[in-house]
């Protein structure tokens, strides 16, 4: 299992591009986060999903922020236009999720994030 | 979510055990207990997670105190590999599908001294 891929792994960009962020589940995980990580705020869940559908987007800091999942396999999540602020990691996770079970998350590798 | 509370660093001697403390006194009795853990510049990573009874893997051991209102991850003999950031988070297995997530606080950095 090559495990939850994410790409690019590092992007820099000019404020006011549109940035784009991929991620790749593993394989028969129904659950997809996206997390964002800086110094000062740690680690903030942004938006998930559940079964390809968004559960809770309440973590998206603005409408300059969008994200989907249109299979199972795929999801992307979108900044348009950047701002120098929104310079993070971003991460992706994903999970096995049932009522009542609980199975632990997979985390891909990152996304570096620099706006200048 | 119930709120937990980890002390913001430890430091360790490498082969020696680690004793990594959590308090949750607001858990509930549907509130599962987990830890994850961020090595540097990777994601974080889970390591265990227990209800009520003491749980063992191959990462660590997850001692849960009686009352559930603490917990304690041991990590039996550092290696300067376990120098990360431990999160310690509670998650209720009763919420159904409006709360799968995972919230995670600021945890305990280790370090692992060699």
């Known amino acids: 299992d090559a495990g939850v891929i994410q790409s690019p792994r590092h992007e820099v960009t000019e404020m006011g591009q549109e940035v784009t962020l991929r991620c790749k589940p593993i394989s028969g995980h129904n659950s997809l986060f996206w997390y964002r990580q800086t110094m000062m705020r740690g680690l903030e869940l942004l938006i998930y999903?559940?079964?390809?559908?968004?559960?809770?987007d309440s973590g998206m800091p603005e409408d300059r922020f969008s994200a989907k999942m249109p299979n199972a396999s795929f999801s992307t999540l979108k900044i348009q236009p950047s701002e120098p602020r929104d310079s993070a990691v971003y991460f992706c996770?994903?999970?096995?999720?049932?009522?009542?079970?609980?199975?632990?998350?997979?985390f891909g590798s990152g996304t570096r994030l620099t706006v200048v | 979510d119930a709120k937990t509370t980890q002390p913001n660093s430890m430091e360790s001697n490498e082969e020696e055990p680690v004793h990594l403390p959590c308090n949750h006194s607001?858990?509930?009795?549907?509130?599962?207990i987990h830890w994850y853990r961020q090595l540097p510049s990777q994601g974080p990573e889970y390591v265990i997670h227990g209800l009520t009874s003491n749980v063992n893997n191959r990462m660590a051991s997850l001692a849960i105190a009686e009352d559930r209102k603490s917990s304690t991850l041991i990590l039996h003999r550092a290696t300067l590999r376990d120098a990360a950031v431990y999160y310690c988070i509670l998650r209720d297995f009763n919420s159904g599908g409006s709360n799968y997530k995972l919230t995670f606080g600021k945890g305990t950095l280790l370090t692992v001294n060699p």
């Open positions: 996770a994903s999970s096995q999720t049932r009522d009542r079970g609980i199975y632990g998350y997979t």
């Open positions: 999903f559940n079964n390809n559908v968004p559960i809770d």
């Open positions: 607001t858990i509930s009795g549907t509130d599962y």
